[in-house]
């Protein structure tokens, strides 16, 4: 997307949030659409719960970022919300959590206290859906944050789904993986960073780490590019989100990942363990290099779980489940649906 473009969707905001907001009106007898504030944690965090069918299985989604909030990405899931109760949440730190608590009420913020959050919350949800589990999907930053959910209490889960899957990499492979698709598309600055960057990723500056995904999300080709192509605009043209709620959103991320980069990356995949008491799936973009393609596949193939499946989204980088929506839905019907027990569709 380019500049004239991201300028025109800021001029045509309010007709693409009227579209939108259209889009998203569910008619359907037993829907449920809901926003508000939730106790979780102590504090109010945001939750957005979206389905034709209460009684359809539940989707909860663990954003990445740190703290950049998915419910900005509601429309393009509207095709969902058909088969699954959607629920988006903006975490301690993140978006309209943010906003509503600021730096102080957020309190403290760490991938356990995190974790903490979203046990809680799956406990809120499937009472008051009347549920006896769900679907966990955790996405980038948020897949750490997921495996220690699924990990601590398997029992409140039909199955783990991870995508853009943060994975343990022993061996350093992500330096040369990045180092070889920024030299491919010709990126010589982004090659010099991650040359004195090197692989210890102990050493990085926080403003080094910001500056490698830049070149990074800009390096992989012929897949929409996660800031212009799907960011950016869902953000503009969401109907539940005013420009104040767009710059507190910048202002989570940049609260969250200063009290996160530490624990991102230094994360403890052995505290965590490769042996899940329950179906463990990772759907991930087949062109991913900001948590690479690789690096995925290994972790699976060290997974001891029930059941495990490693699934390729085609011609998708990273947020690989708003790129290709369509091919992930049907993902998630063919290979998780029917592991769902009867009673609980």
């Not at 504090?43 to 209460?54: K, L, N």
């Not at 629920?87 to 509503?100: E, L, S």
């Not at 598309?185 to 990085?204: A, F, I, T, Y």
């Not at 950016?232 to 609260?255: A, C, N, Q, R, V």
């Amino acid at each position: 997307m380019t500049q004239s473009t991201i300028l025109s969707k800021i001029i045509l905001r309010k007709r693409n949030q009227r579209k939108n907001a259209k889009m998203l009106h569910i008619d359907t007898p037993n829907r449920v659409t809901e926003s508000s504030y939730v106790k979780i944690g102590g504090i109010e965090q945001w939750i957005s719960i979206r389905g034709e069918d209460h009684k359809n299985p539940i989707l909860l989604f663990i954003h990445g970022g740190p703290a950049s909030t998915y419910s900005i990405f509601s429309p393009l899931l509207r095709s969902w919300e058909k088969h699954f109760t959607i629920v988006q949440w903006d975490q301690r730190g993140a978006g309209k959590t943010y906003t509503r608590n600021g730096k102080v009420g957020c309190g403290m913020i760490s991938f356990d206290r995190l974790a903490q959050d979203g046990i809680e919350l799956t406990e809120y949800l499937v009472h008051k859906l009347h549920h006896q589990k769900l679907i966990l999907i955790g996405s980038s930053v948020g897949s750490l944050i997921g495996i220690m959910m699924a990990k601590q209490r398997p029992d409140l889960f039909h199955a783990y789904v991870g995508t853009d899957q943060n994975s343990p990499d022993p061996q350093l492979l992500s330096y040369q993986l990045t180092l070889d698709a920024l030299s491919a598309s010709g990126q010589s600055k982004g090659v010099k960073l991650v040359e004195r960057m090197g692989p210890d990723r102990s050493s990085w500056s926080q403003k080094d780490f910001d500056k490698r995904n830049q070149y990074i999300v800009k390096a992989v080709k012929d897949v929409p590019n996660m800031i212009t192509d799907l960011i950016l605009p869902s953000m503009l043209s969401s109907p539940e989100h005013k420009m104040s709620d767009l710059i507190d959103y910048f202002k989570g991320m940049s609260f969250s990942l200063e009290r996160l980069f530490g624990e991102l990356l230094n994360f403890d995949f052995n505290k965590v363990g490769t042996s899940f008491k329950l179906p463990f799936f990772v759907f991930h973009g087949d062109k991913d290099i900001v948590t690479p393609t690789a690096l995925a596949q290994s972790y699976v193939d060290m997974i001891e779980a029930p059941y495990k499946e490693f699934v390729l989204i085609r011609d998708a980088g990273h947020l690989a489940c708003f790129a290709r929506t369509e091919q992930f839905l049907e993902e998630l019907l063919n290979r998780v649906y029917p592991l769902i027990p009867d009673t609980a569709k």
